[in-house]
């Protein structure tokens, strides 16, 4: 008991430092960071707290929940911010990982479940996600708890009922997150589990009764003040169009059947280098074989779901990061880094490819920074140099641990490597590239342009940056050519931001008199700001 308080003190250490350092440091980058933000701002303003509001229109793809916490972390400190509004993903991926440390202690012991802790803290992704304003890694903490109380609940003998009955609640809350996904992963992650080991008890179990009634009280309730409040057109949007239609059928973000067997490697790194030894070694492994599966399956089916999904992104597959994880820990678990044994190239051939892959990495760093760096940084060489030393420095004690057998201690420094990596980041990169990434700079140009009466568009471009940071939410979105123009000859002054080659085009127009009022880049678009008055 008093190992795993102290396992537990050193993850909530750990993960506070690595994903609340300096986390409002630099502004919210699009895609997503400036949308939440403003969502949840515009509930503060009055817009509504039932269905989300976006420049004060109705906003259909995402329930409330994630937006309740992000304005409620504003309302507490007094408004919101960079750390508003990355503060739930912070929390939530922090809160991810005790909850994965005590699912690995039943799976495969203390250490295992520690070691897989750490390695969900220090993949990228993870890592990345937590940082942000992504609702992604709060729904991940709930399909994760959802799993782990059904699979718990199942071998527990007395009081089953009450873990079922925290585990629809999980669910519950996965649904007020992210919708349908909050339900169908850890339906299909212990559902297809418990089908394949034909242990049909869990499904016919009278215990799951109070679970289920929660969740249709609390879902039904959300559902009844959203109709309320919207009517069966907001519903409609929300459940149908705006989720499941895009997921199944037409999606914005159609990707090819292959595209997550590209990317999750990539995004798994650096413990991805030790995944295949993980499914070797637990396929093989003696007497947690049927922990293993459980595992496994989890994350083999919730793969295939999203392969087979039309709708692709990076962050959709985060929930079966815990999967990943517990099966790469159960790995350096048994057979540590340092170690000699029958089976230790299992474990040793991959790490001397990470260490190679560190040391690579950190020869060419400052070589990419000087040719490419100062597009995007202020001090590149600098960068380049520290950011060299901290990848090198970790490749070279790791593989010092390894050659003098030091056991665990060639893991721990990798997850020191990472650690030191992402501080370093979070004080020093991110700060820098905020300069070709926030849309603060341009949007405060355009404030100091508008006057009274002044009406703001924007033509073809997500848009939801220049909201937040203008404050100016009744923008118009203009997406037809026609309409622009339309637009651009209003009686009264407008502006309106669009692409350069936009700008191009319709300065062609003689019929237009435009005006250019400023010009900026935002990430690599290059935007221009125009009017159809000149300024005073």
């Not at 308080?5 to 300096?22: P, R």
């Not at 003696?286 to 922990?291: F, H, L, P």
């Not at 170690?339 to 892959?357: C, D, H, N, T, Y």
């Not at 669009?498 to 019929?511: C, F, I, N, V």
Request: net charge positive; glycine share 8%.
């Amino acid at each position: 008991m008093k190992r795993s308080m102290l396992f537990l003190f050193i993850l909530l250490a750990f993960g506070g430092v690595l994903f609340f350092y300096n986390l409002g440091g630099w502004d919210l980058w699009n895609p997503d960071e400036p949308r939440y933000a403003q969502i949840a701002k515009e509930m503060l303003q009055g817009e509504g707290w039932i269905i989300p509001h976006l420049n004060s229109e109705v906003y259909l793809d995402k329930p409330p929940l994630f937006f309740w916490l992000m304005a409620a972390t504003a309302a507490v400190i007094g408004g919101m911010n960079e750390f508003a509004a990355r503060f739930p993903s912070a929390l939530f991926g922090l809160l991810t990982l005790p909850l994965l440390f005590f699912l690995g202690k039943r799976l495969f012991g203390e250490k295992g479940g520690f070691f897989a802790a750490l390695i969900l803290a220090t993949n990228v992704e993870f890592l990345w996600l937590a940082r942000r304003a992504s609702i992604d890694t709060t729904l991940t903490f709930f399909t994760t708890a959802a799993i782990t109380l059904l699979y718990g609940g199942f071998y527990q003998q007395r009081g089953r009922w009450v873990l079922y009955l925290l585990a629809y609640l999980a669910m519950a809350l996965g649904v007020l997150t992210k919708l349908q996904i909050g339900v169908i992963v850890p339906v299909l992650a212990v559902g297809g589990y418990f089908l394949v080991r034909r242990e049909l008890g869990f499904f016919k179990d009278p215990s799951h009764i109070p679970g289920i009634a929660l969740f249709v009280a609390l879902i039904g309730g959300w559902l009844a003040l959203a109709y309320l409040a919207g009517g069966q057109t907001y519903l409609w949007g929300l459940l149908y169009q705006k989720t499941a239609s895009t997921f199944l059928e037409t999606a914005s973000h159609a990707r090819p059947l292959y595209y997550y067997l590209m990317n999750f490697p990539g995004n798994f790194v650096p413990w991805i280098i030790f995944l295949p030894s993980a499914l070797i070694y637990g396929l093989s492994a003696k007497g947690r074989k049927k922990e293993f599966i459980f595992v496994l399956a989890w994350f083999v089916v919730i793969f295939a779901f999203f392969t087979v999904a039309k709708a692709k992104r990076e962050l959709y597959l985060l929930p079966l990061y815990p999967a990943a994880a517990l099966m790469v820990g159960n790995l350096l678990a048994e057979l540590p880094l340092g170690a000699e044994g029958a089976q230790k190239r299992m474990v040793s051939i991959p790490l001397m490819i990470l260490i190679i892959a560190l040391a690579l990495t950190a020869i060419s760093l400052p070589i990419v920074a000087a040719l490419k760096g100062s597009f995007y940084l202020e001090h590149p060489w600098e960068i380049g140099l520290i950011t060299a030393l901290i990848a090198g420095g970790g490749a070279f004690l790791a593989f010092l641990a390894h050659h003098y057998r030091r056991r665990d201690l060639p893991f721990y420094i990798i997850v020191a490597t990472v650690l030191a990596l992402s501080l370093y980041g979070a004080q020093r990169i991110f700060p820098e590239i905020n300069r070709y990434k926030s849309a603060r700079p341009l949007s405060q140009a355009i404030v100091s342009a508008m006057r009274p009466g002044d009406q703001l568009g924007i033509f073809q471009l997500e848009g939801a940056n220049f909201i937040y940071y203008t404050g100016y939410n009744q923008m118009r979105w203009l997406e037809e050519e026609g309409k622009l123009k339309e637009f651009l000859r209003s009686p009264q002054r407008v502006l309106c931001i669009m692409r350069e080659r936009h700008y191009k085009l319709m300065q062609q127009d003689p019929a237009l008199a435009i005006f250019v009022v400023a010009t900026g880049q935002v990430g690599s678009k290059h935007v221009v700001v125009i009017s159809n008055r000149q300024l005073p």
